[in-house]
């Protein structure tokens, strides 16, 4: 029998750590999340816009900061280090809410903790590349993603069962306890088995020989344009949704509604597990743009579903629908911005930029779809959400294959 050599047993730990690290931080990384607000309304006892002004402060300096986080990725080689610390800071100024009750030092906090966050995920996305480089990226980030999606479901179990129990506070302890695994996490990982040059874009070992493109190649590439826009559409109709559910699901069943929410909400993510396993197995045989076609038609088929009827069983059913097209975006989309950026050193900052203008569609979308329902009712904000993923869809049509290219480059 021969012997694993030290590389093998080296990137061996370095998939096994990933593989925890998704896991684990899939519920520290947004935060407090959804909880916040249950947790400033329960025991502060805050007014809605308060609650409101809060979530907003985190939302923009988040989308201000995302683009920089990821062009210092591309620019450090100590990514387990600048992941592991702004998983501390995250938690950290979480951990703090329970002593600070003004909005003032919640708000600086939540600030600090959208700072730390927008690091998480490119720091993620450089160390995949770097252990697994552009050949087996799809197979890694379909990994990530799955396990991803499987800690946050988890996570969510946990945190309502927990919070049924002990009250809305049991959310700090869990989020503590998920930090120190994260950070037991990251630190199996090998250090050597990152190559940092390859995790911002470049030829392995490059560092002497390849400089960075200009960041204005990039900004004058149709494909990452195209692509770009058509993410901003996609979630300026998806980020709404799921709020307009839970509120429909608040008329018709009042004393269910914020259960019934969750079950959206897990139900969901157990569909993205099997569909972020799709992408990772199936992206280099089938092709980016079918995935990536399948994934944005979904969105308006579901919402012009959810019209149809008010009753909790069918808009359930519907919202499964959520977990096929986020599951295939949210492990495809790094696969095809590291293709479009392969050779160029721009990755991360590449994949922040992209991330920080459908996070600011995202933005949009709840404030849109608001007005609709004020003005003309549910059903019509739900028609204009689908007329705005069918555009989506369109303007998808634009992005071309991406994976032949890596494949041919590698072969």
């Known amino acids: ?14 998939e096994r750590g990933l593989d925890a690290l998704n896991f684990f931080l899939a519920d520290v990384r947004d935060g407090l999340g959804p909880y916040l607000a249950i947790y400033l309304l329960a025991v502060h006892h805050w007014e809605p816009a308060s609650i409101g002004a809060v979530m907003t402060v985190s939302a923009v300096v988040g989308l201000l900061t995302q683009t920089p986080a990821g062009a210092l990725m591309d620019r450090i080689d100590a990514k387990r280090a600048a992941l592991a610390l702004a998983t501390v800071l995250l938690t950290a100024t979480c951990l703090l809410l329970p002593w600070t009750h003004s909005f003032a030092p919640v708000a600086l906090s939540q600030a600090l903790s959208a700072v730390a966050a927008t690091v998480i995920a490119p720091a993620i996305a450089a160390i995949s590349l770097g252990v697994s480089g552009p050949r087996a990226f799809a197979r890694r980030m379909g990994r990530n993603e799955t396990f991803n999606h499987t800690g946050n479901a988890v996570a969510a179990v946990l945190a309502g069962g927990l919070a049924y129990l002990g009250g809305p506070g049991v959310v700090f302890p869990l989020m503590a306890l998920l930090t120190v695994a994260s950070l037991a996490a990251v630190r199996s990982i090998p250090a050597e088995a990152i190559d940092n040059e390859r995790a911002r874009g470049m030829a392995a070992g490059g560092r002497d020989t390849h400089r960075a493109a200009p960041m204005r190649v990039l900004l004058h590439d149709r494909r990452l344009l195209a692509l770009a826009a058509c993410c901003a559409l996609f979630h300026l109709a998806n980020a709404a949704m799921l709020p307009l559910v839970g509120q429909k699901l608040a008329l018709s069943n009042p004393t269910l509604a914020t259960t019934l929410t969750a079950s959206c909400i897990v139900a969901a993510q157990l569909v993205m597990i099997p569909m972020a396993w799709l992408v990772g197995a199936r992206a280099d045989r ?52 590291s293709d479009l950026t392969e050779g160029t050193g721009r990755f991360n900052v590449t994949l922040a930029a992209v991330s920080t203008v459908f996070g600011l569609g995202a933005a949009l979308s709840p404030g849109l779809a608001g007005l609709v329902v004020q003005f003309k009712g549910y059903d019509a904000a739900f028609l204009a959400l689908a007329v705005i993923a069918a555009g989506a ?14 494949t041919r480059r590698h072969s």
């Open 1 to 14: 029998m021969i012997a694993p050599s030290s590389d093998s047993l080296i990137s061996r730990r370095a």
């Open 286 to 337: 089938w092709g980016r743009r079918p995935l990536l076609l399948a994934g944005f038609l979904i969105l308006p088929i579901r919402a012009a579903l959810y019209p149809l009827s008010d009753a909790p069983a069918w808009l359930l059913g519907v919202q499964l629908l959520d977990g096929v097209g986020a599951g295939i975006f949210g492990a495809l989309l790094p696969v095809i911005v």
């Open 393 to 406: 869809f369109l303007l998808a049509l634009h992005v071309p294959e991406t994976g032949g290219a890596v």
